[in-house]
Structures are given as structure tokens and as C-alpha cells.
């Protein structure tokens, strides 16, 4: 079992039938739908809605018999499950290399608990050790990453092997941000971009994270946000 598998082995034991979950995207987060896949089938959980964070998530969980559902049909969500690219000693997050961060974020702020899942490698003193992906509109895009450049960083367009711009599941492009002695200050530079045109959302998730399970060779451990709730 690799360390990925471990965490969401960890995360699949907090789950209860009748539960309503977000469900994030991403390799991480595939393991722990596979398992809540498997414990439906087996009859060990039941009465389990999912609410997916991207097309792939929803086709992948759909396989797995979950039951879906969107945000305006639930009573409330209960949890939600997704993995991150950093964490920072504070729990705040850089999410988003997986293409889905407008969604994840959307959901992952309507949950009662969002639990984090990752292996040790994610964990960083500072956010900005890789690069920050920003979710823009595609007119004018360039203009708008010739002002993320303004920000102290190199940005440029995420583009496929072919050369054409990556497109999110709602139709926007996506910029990645190199902050080279990583991001100083997260809170302004999360006001700075939430507050700019053309922009439709960025990966930093801060304040959001009830807890964190990180899987290492050593075993699994689990950080807390203070004053979240178990």
C-alpha cells in the first residue's frame, strides 16, 4: 500500500451510513472513492451521497455505485474528502494541480468538516514551494497573466503538450505562478487576486481545512485546526 492509499484507508474509517460527502478530485482523493466504493458494495455503509468537485470525480465515483447528487439537493453536507498539492504549518492549502479548484472550492466551503488527505511530501513551511495555479477567463488572457507577473512572480498560460491552453471543466484556462522565495504573504495575495478581473479563482485555500491526515513510511498522523470541530 503506498502512501496515498494509507491516508485514504485512514480518512474511509471517519465515514458513517447516512452521511452526505464532498468529494475532491485528484489521485488521493480516487483512492478514498474507490473505498467508499467498495464498503457501499459490501454493505458496511449505506444511505452514503457523494457530491462531486469535477466531470472526472462524478464519472469515477458514478463507477464506484456512490449515489450523487449537487449541492442544492442536500440537506447539508456533512464532510468533505480531497487532497492538496502543499500544506502549510497553519493548515491553509495550495490546491488546484488537478485542474478542479473553482469546484473543489465551492463544494469544500459548504461542508461542516473538510478533511484534507495527503502523504508527507505535501507538507511545507511556507506555501508557494510549487507553483499556484489561477483559474482565468480565457479573453484576454495573456493581459491578465502580464498582471499576475506584477505580483513578484513568473506566470504563464498552462498549456497540453500540444500547445493549446488547458481548459477546466467550466470552460475557463488556467495560469500557473512561480513564487520564487514562495508566497509571503497568502492573505493578501488571495485578496489581491480575488479582488482582479479576469480572474475567476486561485488554489490558495486558506482557513478552510478542519484537518489534515498525512500518511508517511512511519504511520499515519493527523493535525488539527484549533477551535475545528471533531
Known amino acids: ?43 458496511l455503509l449505506h444511505d452514503i451521497y457523494g457530491v462531486p468537485t469535477s466531470e472526472s470525480t462524478h464519472r469515477l465515483a458514478q463507477a464506484a455505485g456512490i449515489r450523487l447528487i ?14 492538496a ?14 485542474m478542479a479548484l473553482l469546484r ?43 498582471w499576475l507577473r506584477s505580483l513578484g512572480c513568473r506566470a504563464e498560460l498552462w498549456r497540453a503538450e500540444d500547445g493549446a491552453p488547458y481548459e477546466t471543466d467550466n470552460a475557463h484556462w488556467l495560469a500557473r505562478c512561480w513564487f520564487p522565495d514562495g508566497i509571503t504573504d497568502a492573505g493578501a495575495l488571495e485578496r489581491l487576486l480575488a479582488d482582479r478581473p479576469g480572474v475567476v479563482d486561485h488554489g490558495l485555500f486558506l482557513g478552510m481545512a478542519s484537518e489534515v491526515i498525512v500518511a508517511a513510511e512511519s504511520g499515519v498522523r493527523t493535525l488539527q485546526r484549533p477551535g475545528s470541530q471533531m
Open 104 to 146: 473543489e472550492k465551492f463544494i469544500e466551503m459548504h461542508a461542516r468538516r473538510f478533511v484534507v488527505i495527503v502523504d508527507e511530501s505535501k507538507l511545507v513551511n511556507r506555501l508557494g514551494r510549487g507553483p499556484l495555479p489561477v483559474e482565468i477567463i480565457p479573453f484576454e488572457a495573456e493581459v491578465t497573466v502580464h
Open 1 to 43: 500500500m503506498n502512501l496515498k492509499e494509507l491516508a485514504a484507508e485512514y480518512a474511509i474509517k471517519g465515514i458513517c451510513s447516512g452521511m452526505t460527502l464532498g468529494l475532491g478530485s485528484g489521485s488521493t482523493t480516487s483512492h478514498f472513492i474507490e473505498l467508499l466504493g467498495e464498503r457501499l458494495r459490501l454493505g
Open 70 to 83: 449537487s449541492l442544492a439537493e442536500c440537506e447539508r453536507l456533512d464532510l468533505a474528502v480531497d487532497g
Open 85 to 98: 498539492d502543499e500544506v502549510d504549518p497553519n493548515l491553509d492549502l495550495i490546491k488546484g494541480l488537478g
